[in-house]
Nanobody
Framework: QVQLVESRGGLVQAGGSLRLSCAAS????????MGWFRQAPGKEREFVAA????????YYADSVKGRFTISRDNAKNTVYLQMNSLKPEDTAVYCC??????????????????WGQGTQVTVSS
């Protein structure tokens, strides 16, 4: 079993930056791919970014490419999402997710077995 806890999000002005972290419990973290997803009000959940087990491979949604960076520290059982040049359309609840015993990246939400509760990020214009 893996439990995921995201850091507190927040309110930031457009153009600003914010870093989210996701702390994981469980011995399988270092061998599991991780992802970030988000859901805005009235919209479906969408993929944001993913990282493989050792950080050697990352994948981003086109909407965040070049602005967001996903990384991980396996020694700390933590995955990060650095968000720069934030836009009002980035406003959403952000959730981290972990695959179960799978090390490769994927943008399919159904392939993630564990989910955090989510944290609100609001970008003001």
């Amino acid at each position: 079993q893996v439990q995921l806890v995201e850091s507190r999000g927040g309110l930031v002005q457009a153009g600003g930056s914010l870093r989210l972290s996701c702390a994981a419990s469980g011995r399988t973290f270092s061998s599991s791919a991780m992802g970030w997803f988000r859901q805005a009000p009235g919209k479906e959940r969408e993929f944001v970014a993913a990282i493989n087990w050792n950080g050697g491979r990352t994948y981003y949604a086109d909407s965040v490419k070049g602005r967001f960076t996903i990384s991980r520290d396996n020694a700390k059982n933590t995955v990060y999402l650095q968000m720069n040049s934030l836009k009002p359309e980035d406003t959403a609840v952000y959730c981290c997710a972990a695959r179960r015993l799978a090390s490769s990246v994927t943008y399919y939400a159904a392939e993630y077995a564990y989910w955090g509760q989510g944290t609100q990020v609001t970008v003001s214009s």
